[in-house]
């Protein structure tokens, strides 16, 4: 199982918190090649090499682009042939807003936007592409 989880602890300490996060037990901290993914992400794997395998500098600049496009933080966990993608924020995806007036377009527009990124996901990580299973 490969993790990619959001960066807090690096980004708001430095290498301070670079250091505790190797002190954490656990999966393995796995280093990318990628200056930008590295201060967003952190990667924790049971496998070193199916993580390098997975998280190819083009899939790292998607997450780093889909990070920064969604604008809140983003994990995402690969175990086995699956991807599940985590956005943390405040917000309630997919809840249409009840009690607002009809007149008003803007709630009508935001849950199509939140639909529209749930779409573009796939898309947007190229996700189309098989290189994770042997099917």
């Known amino acids: 199982m490969t993790r990619v989880i959001s960066d807090d602890a690096q980004r708001c300490f430095g290498d301070l918190g670079a250091a ?14 990628d200056v930008v993914f590295e201060q967003y992400f952190k990667v924790l794997s ?6 390098r395998y997975i998280l190819s500098l ?5 997450l780093t682009a889909l990070r920064e496009k969604a604008g809140c933080l983003v994990s995402a966990t690969f175990t086995a042939n699956r991807v599940n993608i985590l956005f943390k ?11 607002h007036t009809l007149l008003d377009f803007e709630p009508v527009r935001a849950y199509y936007a939140e639909l529209a990124l749930a779409f573009g996901i796939a898309e947007e990580l190229d996700l189309n592409t098989r290189i994770w ?3």
Not at 46 to 51: F, L, M, Y
Not at 58 to 62: D, G, I, Q, T, V
Not at 89 to 99: A, I, Q, V
Request: charged share 40%.
């Open 46 to 51: 049971t496998d070193q090499v199916e993580a």
């Open 89 to 99: 924020t405040k917000k309630d995806f997919f809840e249409p807003r009840l009690f």
């Open 133 to 135: 299973t042997k099917e």
């Open 58 to 62: 083009s899939l790292m600049k998607r």
């Open 20 to 33: 505790w996060q190797k002190a954490q037990g656990g999966d393995a901290l796995v280093k990318t090649e």
